[in-house]
């Protein structure tokens, strides 16, 4: 085990104290034991984080969720139909780095 050392209020090491002579534990035992609670507690809480406020605003489809039937979807032909609509980007005239655009620039620059 990993020792560690901190402070601690008073009072409340007095109630902590008081429920480990109550249940026959040392204070270090409910420490643990408390520990433990709140780590798993709180990795549990991460675990469900919100969706935000606007998931769920838009209205529309038929209202069955899409993860539930991915297959179905692609059985049908939904990703090749998506696919198909999808273009590539027509390749550009211009140069393609900074240097290049700034070297442009500089020779097409009038000089005086």
């Given at each position: 085990?990993k020792?560690?050392?901190?402070t601690?209020?008073?009072?409340?090491?007095?109630?902590?104290?008081a429920?480990?002579?109550?249940?026959?534990?040392?204070t270090?035992?409910?420490?643990?034991?408390?520990m433990?609670?709140?780590?798993?507690?709180?990795?549990?809480?991460?675990?469900?984080?919100p969706?935000?406020?606007?998931?769920?605003?838009?209205?529309?489809?038929?209202g069955?969720?899409?993860?539930?039937?991915?297959?179905?979807?692609?059985?049908e032909?939904?990703?090749?139909?998506?696919?198909?609509?999808?273009q590539?980007?027509?390749?550009?005239s211009a140069?393609?780095?900074l240097?290049?655009?700034?070297?442009?620039?500089?020779?097409?620059?009038?000089?005086?």
């Amino acid at each position: 085990m990993k020792r560690i050392t901190t402070t601690v209020d008073p009072a409340v090491y007095r109630r902590l104290d008081a429920i480990a002579h109550r249940d026959g534990v040392s204070t270090s035992h409910v420490l643990r034991e408390a520990m433990e609670r709140y780590v798993t507690e709180r990795e549990a809480a991460m675990d469900s984080i919100p969706l935000p406020a606007w998931v769920g605003m838009l209205e529309g489809g038929d209202g069955e969720p899409w993860a539930e039937r991915d297959e179905a979807l692609l059985e049908e032909g939904w990703a090749t139909d998506l696919e198909a609509e999808i273009q590539p980007a027509p390749p550009s005239s211009a140069p393609s780095s900074l240097s290049a655009r700034r070297g442009r620039l500089r020779r097409s620059a009038p000089r005086g």
